[in-house]
């Protein structure tokens, strides 16, 4: 049987927020009619505050696994700016409890939430989460959540390669969840769009197999491919062609 439920609000932006989320759940959490009393009649302004909150309850809520290191930067830098997506959750474990932008100064005044630790995930309702990890830590965070309900997307090279057995030899290192390997999707949407979208966890490609495949799937395509980057740390530079 489901209950009845009467809620009076005053108005106002946070009684808005409350009567929106409250109508949006009333399936979910079993009950059947609500009632809202307002003190005074909704002013034209309260209209733009009920698109504002609409907007906000549908963005998509993103956390960045591991986000100290250049790729997590460049995440929060381009979801920062994104008008579908909220920055729930940033973590780090070295620089748990410190401000993000105490880690990169570039984003004071801009991203200011503190760093969290992975083990608070279960605290945020995520929609997606993007790991910023080094390859052979993220195959660890996959397989520890596997059945949660957000989706993954792994931006290291731990899940580009469909295979234990060829990762394990370029990696130089075991693959722990071979199981990733197969529900993995090639992150790549010029080819995979579809499967992208229905997916739960995502390989993100690297940059070689990005340029190269862009180029090679152009029609009448008959391409070279020399890529070249330097290890700025021994100032070698690698040629893979």
Sequence with gaps: MKQKIILAFSGGSDSIALAYLANNYK??????TIA??????????????????????????VGIIGATGYTGSELVRILKNHPDVEIALITSESRAGEKFSEVH?????IEEQKLKSVKEINNYDLDVAFLALPHGVS????????????????????????SKEIYEQWYKMEHIYAK???????????????????ADLVGNPGCYPTSA??????????????AKSKDFKSNVRFNKN
């Design 139 to 162: 195959m660890n965070f996959v397989k520890n959540n596997a059945n949660k309900s957000f989706k993954i997307i792994d931006l290291s090279g731990d899940f580009r390669i469909k």
């Design 180 to 198: 990733g390997i197969e529900k993995a999707v090639f992150g790549s949407p010029e080819l995979f769009s579809d499967k992208i979208k229905k």
């Design 213 to 226: 495949i862009l180029a090679s799937i152009l029609k009448d395509a008959n391409a070279i491919i020399g």
């Design 36 to 61: 809202f009393t307002l003190d005074h009649q909704l002013r034209k302004e309260s209209a733009e505050e009920v698109k504002h909150v609409k907007n906000i309850m549908n963005k998509i809520k």
């Design 105 to 109: 100064p570039f984003f004071q005044d």
């Design 27 to 32: 399936d979910k959490y079993n009950y059947n």
